[in-house]
C-alpha cells in the first residue's frame, strides 16, 4: 500500500503539465516567478480534519507544530479549524496571535525560553508551558510571580524511545538535549507541585519527526501512562496528556500509519489505561503540511561533466534545507515531462557550497527554462529559509481549487540589507 497521506493529489499531472488542484504550476510560475512556495488549500485542510476527526467526541486539541511551516495564511487556515499552535518562541507566539490563534490552545515547547518569552506567553494567557528542566521551573515560578500569575505547567519527559529516524531529529533518547530524563520527572513533578505560582495541568513527550513506524509511539505512551498513574497515586492529578507530533510522511517509499491508525494506537492505549477522562493533546508538523507544499523553481542550465551532470535550478539551499541538513530526499518532478533527453543529473542552486543540492542523481529530462517542482516541501522548507548569499527568499502561494493566493511577496534584495549600517 502506498502513504495513505491525505494530501495525496494535491499535485498531478493533467494534459502534460503539472497542477496544485486545479491550477497548472507553470501559471504560478508566470504570474509569481520563480523559486516559489506552492501550498494546497485543500490538502492542508484534509490533514488536519485527519486528526481531529480522529480525535471527535473526546476532550481533545490538536496543537499544529508551526514551526514545520509558519506562514499567517496557513495559520489562519488551521486556526479556522479549531487548531491550537505548538511553539518555540516568542517570535511564534507572536505570529500565532497575529493569525487569530486562541492563546489558550498556546503550548510553548523548547529548551530555552527567555524570562522575556515566559513573560509575554503568561501575558497572552497560553494553555500551558511545557517544561524542559529544573531551572526552567524556577525561572517560570519567578516571572509568574513577577506578574501575579500563575503557569500551567506540563513536564516534557523524555521516554528513551527509538524513533527509528535520522539522529538529526530524534529527540526523545537519553543523548538529546531534549526533555527530562525519565529518573528526574516524579521529583520535578513534587517540586513543582509545591510552587505558589506554577500549576501542574498535564504531561508531554515528543520523541522525534518524520517517525513512520507505531511501535515507537505506542511504547512512549505506555510509558508517558506510567508516569501519570504514578502520578495519580501520588496525589499530581494531569488534566492532560500530550503525545507530541513527529509523524512521517511519503517523500519517497516510506509507508508512515495513516493519521488515523496513529491516533487510533494512542487512544486504545489510553482507555485501555483507564484515562480516557483526560484530554488528549497532539503536536503535528509536518504530517500536516509536508505533502501539502511543494517547491517551483526554473532551470538555469544543464551543465555536463565528465564525472556528472548538473541541472542548475534556481532553487537553493537557502530556499530548502533538507537536502543539506540531512541528507533529505526529496522527489523532483518535471513541471511538463519531455518524452526523451532524460539524463543522470544532480539538481542543484546557485549557491557557493558543495552541500547546496537538492537531490542527486536523478533521471531527469530538462533544459534551461524547464520548470520543476520539489515535492513533499511544505513543511521545514520555508520555514528554513535564510538570505544565504544575499538571496532574497522565495514567494509563497496557497492554491484555493482554481485561484491562487500570494500569501507571502518575494523578498527583495533591499530587504535584506535594510537593518544594516555601516560606521560613522
Ligand atoms: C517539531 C516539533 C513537533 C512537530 O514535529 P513534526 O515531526 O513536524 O510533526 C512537535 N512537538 C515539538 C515539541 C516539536 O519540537
Same mark, same amino acid.
Given at each position: 500500500?502506498?502513504?495513505?497521506?491525505?494530501?495525496?493529489?494535491?499535485?498531478?499531472?493533467?494534459?502534460?503539465?503539472?497542477?496544485?488542484?486545479?491550477?497548472?504550476?507553470?501559471? !504560478?510560475?508566470?504570474?509569481?516567478?520563480?523559486?516559489?512556495?506552492?501550498?494546497?488549500?485543500?490538502?492542508?485542510?484534509?490533514?488536519?480534519?485527519?486528526?481531529?476527526?480522529?480525535?471527535?467526541?473526546?476532550?481533545?486539541?490538536?496543537?499544529?507544530?508551526?514551526?514545520?511551516?509558519?506562514?499567517?495564511?496557513?495559520?489562519?487556515?488551521?486556526?479556522?479549524?479549531?487548531?491550537?499552535?505548538?511553539?518555540?518562541?516568542?517570535?511564534?507566539?507572536?505570529?500565532?496571535?497575529?493569525?487569530?490563534?486562541?492563546?489558550?490552545?498556546?503550548?510553548?515547547?523548547?529548551?530555552?525560553?527567555?524570562?522575556?518569552?515566559?513573560?509575554?506567553?503568561?501575558?497572552?494567557? !497560553?494553555?500551558?508551558?511545557?517544561?524542559?528542566?529544573?531551572?526552567?521551573?524556577?525561572? !517560570?515560578?519567578?516571572?509568574?510571580?513577577?506578574?501575579?500569575?500563575?503557569?500551567?505547567?506540563?513536564?516534557?519527559?523524555?521516554?528513551?524511545?527509538?524513533?527509528?529516524?535520522?539522529?538529526?531529529?530524534?529527540?526523545?533518547?537519553?543523548?538529546?538535549?531534549?526533555?527530562?530524563?525519565?529518573?528526574?520527572?516524579?521529583?520535578?513533578?513534587?517540586?513543582?507541585?509545591?510552587?505558589?505560582?506554577?500549576?501542574?495541568?498535564?504531561?508531554?513527550?515528543? !520523541?522525534?519527526?518524520?517517525?513512520?513506524?507505531?511501535?515507537?509511539?505506542?511504547?512512549?505512551?505506555?510509558?508517558?501512562?506510567?508516569?501519570?498513574?504514578?502520578?495519580?497515586?501520588?496525589?499530581?492529578?494531569?488534566?492532560?496528556?500530550?503525545?507530541?507530533?513527529?509523524?512521517?510522511?511519503?517523500?519517497?517509499?516510506?509507508?508512515?500509519?495513516?493519521?488515523?491508525?496513529?491516533?487510533?494506537?494512542?487512544?486504545?492505549?489510553?482507555?485501555?489505561?483507564?484515562?480516557?477522562?483526560?484530554?488528549?493533546?497532539?503536536?503535528?508538523?509536518?504530517?500536516?503540511?509536508?505533502?501539502?507544499?511543494?517547491?517551483?523553481?526554473?532551470?538555469?542550465?544543464?551543465?555536463?561533466?565528465?564525472?556528472?551532470?548538473?541541472?542548475?535550478?534556481?532553487?537553493?539551499?537557502?530556499?530548502?534545507?533538507?537536502?543539506?541538513?540531512?541528507?533529505?530526499?526529496?522527489?523532483?518532478?518535471?513541471?511538463?515531462?519531455?518524452?526523451?533527453?532524460?539524463?543522470?543529473?544532480?539538481?542543484?542552486?546557485?549557491?557557493?557550497?558543495?552541500?547546496?543540492?537538492?537531490?542527486?542523481?536523478?533521471?531527469?529530462?530538462?533544459?534551461?527554462?524547464?520548470?520543476?517542482?520539489?515535492?513533499?516541501?511544505?513543511?521545514?522548507?520555508?520555514?528554513?529559509?535564510?538570505?544565504?548569499?544575499?538571496?532574497?527568499?522565495?514567494?509563497?502561494?496557497?492554491?484555493?481549487?482554481?485561484?491562487?493566493?500570494?500569501?507571502?511577496?518575494?523578498?527583495?534584495?533591499?530587504?535584506?540589507?535594510?537593518?544594516?549600517?555601516?560606521?560613522?
Amino acid at each position: 500500500m502506498k502513504s495513505s497521506s491525505p494530501a495525496d493529489g494535491a499535485f498531478a499531472l493533467r494534459d502534460g503539465a503539472l497542477h496544485c488542484e486545479r491550477v497548472p504550476l507553470e501559471a !504560478i510560475a508566470q504570474r509569481f516567478g520563480t523559486p516559489t512556495y506552492v501550498y494546497s488549500r485543500a490538502a492542508i485542510e484534509a490533514a488536519f480534519r485527519s486528526y481531529r476527526d480522529a480525535l471527535a467526541g473526546r476532550p481533545a486539541l490538536v496543537c499544529y507544530a508551526m514551526k514545520a511551516n509558519s506562514n499567517l495564511a496557513v495559520l489562519d487556515l488551521l486556526a479556522r479549524l479549531g487548531a491550537g499552535f505548538d511553539i518555540v518562541s516568542g517570535g511564534e507566539l507572536a505570529r500565532a496571535l497575529a493569525a487569530g490563534g486562541d492563546p489558550r490552545k498556546v503550548v510553548f515547547s523548547g529548551v530555552g525560553k527567555t524570562e522575556e518569552e515566559i513573560a509575554q506567553a503568561l501575558a497572552a494567557g !497560553i494553555l500551558c508551558f511545557n517544561l524542559e528542566s529544573v531551572a526552567e521551573l524556577e525561572t !517560570i515560578e519567578r516571572v509568574a510571580a513577577r506578574l501575579g500569575k500563575r503557569a500551567p505547567v506540563s513536564v516534557r519527559v523524555n521516554p528513551d524511545v527509538d524513533p527509528k529516524t535520522h539522529r538529526y531529529i530524534a529527540t526523545g533518547l537519553k543523548s538529546n538535549k531534549f526533555g527530562v530524563a525519565w529518573s528526574d520527572a516524579v521529583a520535578l513533578y513534587r517540586r513543582a507541585a509545591k510552587l505558589a505560582h506554577v500549576e501542574v495541568v498535564g504531561i508531554d513527550c515528543h !520523541i522525534g519527526s518524520q517517525i513512520t513506524e507505531l511501535k515507537p509511539y505506542v511504547d512512549a505512551a505506555d510509558l508517558v501512562l506510567d508516569l501519570v498513574d504514578e502520578l495519580q497515586r501520588d496525589g499530581i492529578r494531569l488534566h492532560h496528556v500530550d503525545f507530541g507530533g513527529g509523524l512521517g510522511i511519503c517523500y519517497r517509499d516510506e509507508v508512515p500509519p495513516a493519521i488515523g491508525e496513529l491516533i487510533a494506537a494512542l487512544l486504545a492505549r489510553v482507555d485501555a489505561r483507564g484515562h480516557a477522562d483526560k484530554t488528549i493533546l497532539v503536536e503535528p508538523g509536518r504530517s500536516v503540511v509536508g505533502n501539502a507544499g511543494a517547491l517551483l523553481a526554473r532551470t538555469i542550465v544543464v551543465k555536463r561533466g565528465a564525472e556528472r551532470n548538473f541541472a542548475i535550478v534556481d532553487a537553493a539551499m537557502n530556499d530548502l534545507m533538507r537536502p543539506a541538513l540531512y541528507d533529505a530526499w526529496m522527489d523532483v518532478q518535471p513541471v511538463r515531462p519531455r518524452d526523451s533527453g532524460a539524463i543522470v543529473c544532480d539538481v542543484v542552486g546557485p549557491v557557493c557550497e558543495s552541500g547546496d543540492w537538492l537531490a542527486r542523481e536523478r533521471a531527469l529530462a530538462l533544459a534551461p527554462g524547464d520548470l520543476i517542482a520539489v515535492m513533499g516541501a511544505g513543511a521545514y522548507g520555508m520555514s528554513m529559509a535564510s538570505n544565504y548569499n544575499t538571496r532574497g527568499r522565495a514567494a509563497e502561494v496557497v492554491v484555493d481549487g482554481d485561484r491562487v493566493y500570494c500569501v507571502r511577496r518575494r523578498e527583495r534584495v533591499e530587504d535584506l540589507f535594510a537593518g544594516e549600517s555601516v560606521l560613522p
